[in-house]
């Protein structure tokens, strides 16, 4: 079935020289920490969108990188930026296409579009174009989150929310180990925290609410486990490939 993505997808992102730095920017927040030292590493963005994190990876430096995306009209506006991205309907024969070829794949809010029943074999994909040791870096919609619902289903092509432990499950059982998964947080601390302005006003809503989720957290399933749920909207994986 052909689908126009791209409508749904410029509601949040376009190309302006404002909206691109910003999401630069959100990028390298996101995956400086993560990323190998060598700048000359193989990475593959697989659903690259745009290419915001391709063009975050560029000026970090890296010079080996590619992506594929299957949406016609931001694989266009990839090309546009002379980003190294091929369009394709089919990720998963794409992937076997490559195997063994890449040191990193960044997969960013990309799983949660897969059918559930189809998701296993994506995920095995992405492990088999990783070398030997390769890494895998990907965000999923956080089905703890207290706005989960509205971020399961805001997207009408999403099949899936994950919580830590399903995200662990679909990656252990897709061919990765030393599987981390924490919560990304979209809202961050403010610098002048306690100066009575907007952004501040915000920050200290948003933490006074998310009180409420962890209580309820601890109440629901105990104090132990309740403290340990990431209650972010995204999470956050990543995960070595497994020895064959």
Same mark, same amino acid.
């Given at each position: 079935?052909?689908?126009?993505?791209?409508?749904?997808? &410029?509601?949040?992102?376009?190309?302006?020289?404002?909206?691109?730095?910003?999401?630069?920017?959100?990028?390298?927040?996101?995956?400086? !920490?993560?990323?190998?030292?060598?700048?000359? +590493?193989?990475?593959?963005?697989?659903?690259?969108?745009?290419?915001?994190?391709?063009? +975050?990876?560029?000026?970090?430096?890296? !010079?080996?990188?590619?992506?594929?995306? !299957?949406?016609?009209?931001?694989?266009?506006?990839?090309? +546009?930026?002379?980003?190294? $991205?091929? &369009?394709?309907?089919?990720?998963?024969?794409?992937?076997?296409?490559?195997?063994?070829?890449?040191?990193?794949?960044?997969?960013?809010? $990309?799983?949660?579009?897969?059918?559930?029943? $189809?998701?296993?074999?994506? $995920?095995?994909?992405?492990?088999?174009?990783?070398?030997?040791?390769?890494?895998?870096?990907?965000?999923?919609?956080?089905?703890?989150?207290?706005?989960?619902?509205?971020?399961?289903?805001?997207?009408? @092509? /999403?099949?899936? !929310?994950? @919580?830590?432990?399903?995200?662990?499950?679909?990656?252990?059982?897709?061919?990765?180990?030393?599987?981390?998964?924490?919560? /990304?947080?979209?809202?961050?601390?403010?610098?002048?925290?306690?100066?009575?302005?907007?952004?501040?006003? /915000?920050?200290?809503?948003?933490?006074?609410?998310?009180?409420?989720?962890?209580?309820?957290?601890?109440?629901?399933?105990?104090?132990?486990?309740?403290? +340990?749920?990431?209650?972010?909207?995204?999470?956050?994986?990543?995960?070595?490939?497994r020895s064959d």
């Open positions: 079935m052909n689908i126009d993505y791209t409508r749904y997808y &410029l509601k949040w992102h376009d190309d302006s020289d404002a909206h691109r730095a910003s999401m630069i920017a959100y990028y390298r927040n996101l995956l400086e !920490s993560l990323l190998p030292a060598d700048k000359s +590493a193989q990475v593959l963005d697989v659903g690259c969108g745009m290419g915001f994190a391709l063009l +975050a990876l560029r000026e970090m430096g890296f !010079s080996s990188l590619s992506g594929v995306e !299957s949406d016609p009209g931001q694989a266009k506006s990839c090309q +546009a930026k002379n980003l190294n $991205v091929s &369009l394709s309907d089919d990720t998963i024969e794409f992937l076997k296409q490559q195997p063994k070829t890449q040191d990193l794949i960044v997969c960013l809010d $990309v799983i949660e579009h897969i059918p559930v029943g $189809v998701q296993l074999a994506f $995920v095995r994909a992405l492990a088999g174009a990783l070398r030997p040791g390769g890494k895998l870096i990907c965000t999923v919609p956080n089905a703890n989150s207290a706005l989960a619902a509205r971020w399961r289903y805001n997207d009408w @092509t /999403h099949a899936a !929310s994950f @919580t830590e432990h399903s995200l662990d499950f679909l990656l252990y059982n897709g061919g990765f180990t030393d599987i981390q998964v924490a919560g /990304h947080e979209f809202n961050r601390r403010p610098k002048q925290v306690w100066l009575p302005v907007g952004g501040t006003r /915000h920050w200290w809503a948003f933490r006074f609410f998310r009180l409420f989720r962890r209580l309820e957290m601890m109440a629901e399933l105990g104090p132990a486990q309740g403290r +340990a749920v990431p209650l972010s909207l995204n999470l956050i994986a990543t995960a070595n490939k």
